[in-house]
């Protein structure tokens, strides 16, 4: 009986006429509010009876089953009266049944938080405008957080428009101010680079302007904005919500980056169709026969000058070797990329050849040339934000992995975050470019994994998976995506092995606990 009042579990223990029997100091705080009563006396009462709608149905059924088929039971529910998220695990007593409460609304909030930025990742990935980005953002924080007053604002020139806002009853949200990228709350967090959190304006003695909020959160996206996000009561934001409002923004950051480097890749493909192109023409043996006078200045001469020489005065041997092999196989056109090593010009270039007679490239072909260090450049700056992109799940406290998937369906991995790395690189070799099946033990059953990339939806499963600190019980999600036309995934590890391993240790507490009640 000691055990019981001293454990920081909720127990209850009733009867098979649903009368409360035994309950811990714990127990009877929550009782006592779900069954919205003031009483002291909970022992003897009938549980069912006395329960609000909203606990009573899922706890009646839990019991009802456990007493059934006298084995343990374990269901999650959420208790209006406490407006908290419970596991409550419910094992069969000679005289009844035996229920534990765990609040676990933490748990469960993030959980929600995750899944919902998953999606939103997927989203802001897909989106090619800035404005269109801001949008998910505030619809993501009044949709999945909760929180009726948001603006987006992005920098544009020297000031931080509102580029997306949120329109809560009264509009106050509607009409905000554009600011200068140092001015107010916005400028100074994104001149600081981190998130300021107000938690009471009143007592601050700072005005937003809109009276019905009284605690304010602001969050830099990068360099490119801030997101601001007002609550309705003093100290209005959770430890959760505050980490899932970072983890957006740096979705947020790595969506802006992205877009503008694709937006300037555009840009650049266009003005390259309206530039007059480096062109060249080469004879079956290889000769010049025209070249146009931007291609001779690359090589340091004057057009005449280059006109009858030989493509390997020019060259590297290797490069065009290569390119006679590919001529060779028949092909009438084709596109190549070549370094300044391999065809001295100075810049990485693309060239597209074409066969002078159709059916017979090795009589001759004739070639544009086309100077790409400023898209080499922009691809791998487009490279550079993908893995400020990637960066999300990096800072993931569960361990993620991104894989590719090859044409048979196989997993390949591209990247894994520091948590990965200490529970799966069990062997201390690099994971990178491995098959993930050699580094975490596959599925027996891959119907669902196979059902969702035939969908493109999220998966979502429950599992054992042996890790360097032995076998430990996981959710994992998985999310599909595409890049350039590649299949990837992103994976979360969710590690529920405490949970598990708690909800043994209160089995094996409540057979001493029944072994105590039958002797007293």
């Given at each position: 009986?000691?055990?019981?009042?001293?454990?920081?579990?909720?127990?209850?223990?009733?009867?098979?006429?649903?009368?409360?029997?035994?309950?811990?100091?714990?127990?009877?705080?929550?009782?006592?509010?779900?069954?919205?009563?003031?009483?002291?006396?909970?022992?003897?009462?009938?549980?069912?009876?006395?329960?609000?709608?909203?606990?009573?149905?899922?706890?009646?059924?839990?019991?009802?089953?456990?007493?059934?088929?006298?084995?343990?039971?374990?269901?999650?529910?959420?208790?209006?009266?406490?407006?908290?998220?419970?596991?409550?695990?419910?094992?069969?007593?000679?005289?009844?049944?035996?229920?534990?409460?765990?609040?676990?609304?933490?748990?469960?909030?993030?959980?929600?938080?995750?899944?919902?930025?998953?999606?939103?990742?997927?989203?802001?990935?897909?989106?090619?405008?800035?404005?269109?980005?801001?949008?998910?953002?505030?619809?993501?924080?009044?949709?999945?957080?909760?929180?009726?007053?948001?603006?987006?604002?992005?920098?544009?020139?020297?000031?931080?428009?509102?580029?997306?806002?949120?329109?809560?009853?009264?509009?106050?949200?509607?009409?905000?101010?554009?600011?200068?990228?140092?001015?107010?709350?916005?400028?100074?967090?994104?001149?600081?680079?981190?998130?300021?959190?107000?938690?009471?304006?009143?007592?601050?003695?700072?005005?937003?302007?809109?009276?019905?909020?009284?605690?304010?959160?602001?969050?830099?996206?990068?360099?490119?904005?801030?997101?601001?996000?007002?609550?309705?009561?003093?100290?209005?934001?959770?430890?959760?919500?505050?980490?899932?409002?970072e983890v957006l923004a740096l979705v947020a950051t790595a969506a802006l980056e992205r877009d503008d480097r694709l937006q300037l890749l555009g840009r650049y493909r266009a003005a390259l169709e309206r530039t007059n192109e480096m062109a060249f023409?080469?004879?079956?043996?290889?000769?010049?026969?025209?070249?146009?006078?931007?291609?001779?200045?690359?090589?340091?001469?004057?057009?005449?000058?280059?006109?009858?020489?030989?493509?390997?005065?020019?060259?590297?041997?290797?490069?065009?070797?290569?390119?006679?092999?590919?001529?060779?196989?028949?092909?009438?056109?084709?596109?190549?990329?070549?370094?300044?090593?391999?065809?001295?010009?100075?810049?990485?270039?693309?060239?597209?050849?074409?066969?002078?007679?159709?059916?017979?490239?090795?009589?001759?072909?004739?070639?544009?040339?086309?100077?790409?260090?400023?898209?080499?450049?922009?691809?791998?700056?487009?490279?550079?934000?993908?893995?400020?992109?990637?960066?999300?799940?990096?800072?993931?406290?569960?361990?993620?992995?991104?894989?590719?998937?090859?044409?048979?369906?196989?997993?390949?991995?591209?990247?894994?975050?520091?948590?990965?790395?200490?529970?799966?690189?069990?062997?201390?070799?690099?994971?990178?470019?491995?098959?993930?099946?050699?580094?975490?033990?596959?599925?027996?059953?891959?119907?669902?994994?196979?059902?969702?990339?035939?969908?493109?939806?999220?998966?979502?499963?429950?599992?054992e998976r042996l890790t360097a600190t032995g076998r430990r019980t996981f959710i994992i999600r998985t999310v599909p995506f595409g890049i350039g036309g590649e299949r990837r995934l992103f994976r979360i590890y969710i590690d529920i092995t405490e949970?598990?391993?708690?909800?043994?240790?209160?089995?094996?507490?409540?057979?001493?606990?029944?072994?105590?009640?039958?002797?007293?």
């Amino acid at each position: 009986a000691r055990s019981i009042d001293r454990m920081s579990d909720w127990f209850v223990a009733i009867d098979d006429e649903w009368r409360v029997t035994r309950v811990n100091e714990a127990g009877e705080r929550v009782l006592r509010a779900a069954m919205d009563s003031d009483e002291r006396q909970i022992r003897g009462r009938r549980l069912c009876e006395s329960l609000t709608d909203s606990v009573e149905p899922p706890l009646r059924e839990t019991c009802r089953e456990v007493a059934r088929t006298g084995e343990a039971a374990t269901v999650e529910t959420r208790f209006e009266p406490l407006d908290a998220w419970f596991s409550v695990h419910a094992y069969p007593d000679p005289d009844g049944v035996s229920v534990y409460f765990r609040e676990i609304s933490t748990e469960k909030a993030l959980q929600t938080g995750y899944r919902a930025l998953l999606e939103t990742a997927q989203t802001l990935l897909a989106a090619t405008e800035p404005d269109d980005i801001a949008a998910t953002v505030v619809e993501t924080i009044v949709d999945e957080l909760g929180y009726e007053h948001c603006v987006v604002r992005l920098v544009d020139g020297d000031d931080l428009r509102p580029a997306a806002l949120s329109e809560p009853a009264g509009g106050e949200t509607a009409t905000r101010p554009t600011y200068d990228r140092d001015e107010g709350l916005p400028g100074e967090a994104l001149q600081r680079g981190e998130p300021i959190e107000i938690p009471d304006l009143d007592a601050a003695g700072v005005d937003i302007g809109i009276p019905a909020v009284h605690s304010t959160l602001t969050v830099p996206i990068g360099e490119h904005g801030t997101i601001s996000v007002g609550a309705t009561e003093p100290d209005g934001f959770s430890e959760v919500d505050t980490q899932l409002l970072e983890v957006l923004a740096l979705v947020a950051t790595a969506a802006l980056e992205r877009d503008d480097r694709l937006q300037l890749l555009g840009r650049y493909r266009a003005a390259l169709e309206r530039t007059n192109e480096m062109a060249f023409a080469l004879d079956e043996n290889g000769d010049l026969t025209l070249a146009t006078e931007s291609l001779a200045n690359r090589w340091g001469y004057d057009r005449d000058e280059v006109l009858g020489q030989n493509i390997l005065e020019f060259a590297s041997r290797e490069f065009v070797e290569s390119l006679s092999e590919q001529l060779q196989r028949g092909d009438d056109a084709m596109t190549i990329e070549a370094t300044d090593a391999e065809t001295n010009l100075g810049v990485p270039v693309e060239i597209q050849l074409s066969a002078i007679t159709p059916g017979e490239p090795t009589a001759g072909v004739v070639g544009i040339v086309h100077d790409i260090s400023t898209l080499a450049e922009t691809r791998a700056d487009l490279e550079e934000e993908q893995d400020r992109f990637r960066y999300l799940f990096e800072q993931l406290p569960s361990p993620a992995v991104e894989v590719r998937l090859d044409a048979d369906d196989d997993e390949r991995i591209e990247r894994t975050n520091a948590r990965f790395e200490e529970l799966f690189e069990v062997d201390d070799a690099p994971s990178e470019g491995r098959l993930l099946s050699e580094v975490v033990e596959p599925p027996a059953d891959r119907s669902r994994d196979e059902q969702m990339l035939t969908e493109g939806s999220t998966a979502e499963r429950r599992g054992e998976r042996l890790t360097a600190t032995g076998r430990r019980t996981f959710i994992i999600r998985t999310v599909p995506f595409g890049i350039g036309g590649e299949r990837r995934l992103f994976r979360i590890y969710i590690d529920i092995t405490e949970e598990t391993r708690r909800q043994r240790q209160l089995e094996m507490l409540h057979r001493v606990l029944r072994h105590n009640l039958r002797n007293e």
